[in-house]
């Protein structure tokens, strides 16, 4: 039965294939993996480094607290979308004069001071 010798050496031959593409596959995926961690060890800086590492600072940051307030809204039934977007927008109403600054802080801060 010449078909069935033929069918056995195509199943090992496409078994082997398929077993060294899962194999090449998980090579990449781990050199990916490492490489992109190394990359990320080398960037200078870090999360915490806005903070200055200081936890007593980060407490203290409009925007720790802003999301701090947020997440306590999250509780709070009905309209808690809007409560949480008014806490991280900027309730004035009058245009500045000139632009402040060049990127967004991602919350208002309540205790600073506008010079329009």
């Known amino acids: 039965m010449p078909g069935s ?24 995926v781990v ?13 200078p800086g870090d999360a915490f480094s806005t903070f200055d590492a200081d936890p007593a600072y980060a407490a203290g ?7 701090r307030d947020a997440l ?6 009905d309209g808690r979308l809007e409560r949480i977007q ?3 927008s900027d ?7 000139a632009l402040d600054r060049k990127s967004a802080f991602g919350a208002y801060d309540q205790g600073q001071s506008r010079a329009g």
Do not use: C, K, N, W
């Open 91 to 97: 309730p004035t109403t009058e245009p500045l004069g």
């Open 5 to 28: 010798s033929d069918t056995v050496v195509v199943q090992r031959a496409l078994t082997i294939v398929l077993v060294r593409r899962g194999v090449r596959a998980i090579l990449l």
């Open 61 to 67: 940051d409009f925007r720790m607290r802003a999301f």
């Open 72 to 77: 306590a809204s999250v509780s709070q039934g």
């Open 86 to 88: 008014l806490l991280l």
């Open 31 to 43: 050199a990916v993996s490492s490489a992109a961690l190394l990359l990320v060890h080398l960037a």
